[in-house]
């Protein structure tokens, strides 16, 4: 189900009404459905929101996340906006998972994707359990057509490559994709030795994965790594689960890592892929407001977001 966004989300402190260079996301976010009738504008970023835990619920996780693509808003609202004077934050609403229909809605989801890739402007998803990520290449393959060599660039604890026999999951995304498309690549940085079991680590192994161990990502050769994955494609799509940071920083999600990434690790991450041009989506996945502590972990996803949206435009 398609949910317009409550325009009162988007409220916070007001600096000054008419100056552009005091203002903040709030009053420059526009909260548009997507018909085909938008106008373009060249500085634009496109925000679509996938409210579901069901993929969580089927792998055994703590539910919650359905209600962070609100409460993301909410604290992206008053931050400051640094972005091009005349840029545009649309707000396209959200997709909302009713009745455990997961398959549906992640359908629903990659129609909307690709309507705001149509524009040519990037796109940026909040989840939402990690099953966004599978929606969102829906879209992204709908937008490129069938034969584009698509780059799946994953920030995660976890491959996310579980049978998916009985039904898929927010455990079973990468493997899908991977089955169904001979045009997909994968490449995850952050797994966590321990957090993975030795069929997983097998599993990638056998369909050509490219992982990066949290504890061995130094800077440059992790840039290095990225810059020849993203050469390597036609087009690159984002995403991060936030349990790929450390508990200490991120509380709220399903599955908490007490040896994650540092926030700043992340920042950098994003800061780097997001400028590369052959990137045009990136969705931000697990943010549990149900058990986060005094909304750091949303407070994170939002200047996380906003990292995001910067660097697509090259800030």
Excluded at 300 to 305: E, F, K, N, R, Y
């Amino acid at each position: 189900m398609f949910k317009k966004t409550d325009d009162a989300i988007w409220d916070g402190r007001l600096d000054d009404s008419e100056n552009r260079e005091s203002f903040r996301y709030h009053q420059v976010v526009k909260c548009q459905v997507l018909d085909g009738t938008e106008e373009n504008v060249e500085d634009m970023v496109t925000l679509i929101g996938f409210a579901c835990d069901e993929g969580v619920r089927r792998n055994h996780g703590r539910v919650g996340a359905k209600k962070a693509p609100d409460e993301i808003r909410e604290q992206l609202a008053s931050m400051p906006f640094r972005g091009p004077l005349n840029a545009t934050v649309i707000d396209a609403g959200t997709i909302v998972c009713e009745e455990n229909k997961l398959e549906a809605a992640q359908e629903d989801l990659g129609k909307t994707v690709a309507k705001a890739l149509k524009r040519e402007v990037p796109c940026i998803v909040l989840g939402g359990g990690h099953e966004t990520l599978y929606g969102q290449y829906l879209g992204v393959r709908e937008h490129v057509g069938k034969e584009a060599k698509i780059g799946l660039l994953n920030i995660d604890a976890h491959f996310d490559m579980r049978p998916y026999d009985e039904q898929p999951s927010s455990g079973t995304m990468f493997k899908q994709i991977l089955d169904q498309d001979p045009h997909a690549k994968y490449f995850v940085c952050g797994i966590q030795r321990y957090g993975n079991t030795t069929e997983l680590f097998r599993r990638a192994d056998e369909l050509g994965v490219t992982y990066l161990f949290e504890d061995e990502m130094t800077d440059e050769a992790t840039k290095a790594s990225i810059k020849a994955f993203v050469n390597d494609c036609d087009v690159v799509l984002l995403t991060l689960c936030m349990d790929a940071i450390s508990a200490a920083h991120a509380p709220g999600v399903s599955a908490p890592a007490p040896f994650g990434l540092e926030p700043l690790t992340v920042r950098t991450l994003i800061r780097e892929i997001c400028k590369e041009k052959k990137v045009t989506s990136f969705s931000l996945c697990e943010v549990n407001p149900v058990v986060d502590e005094n909304n750091r972990t949303s407070k994170l996803a939002a200047h996380i977001i906003n990292e995001a949206t910067m660097s697509f435009w090259g800030r």
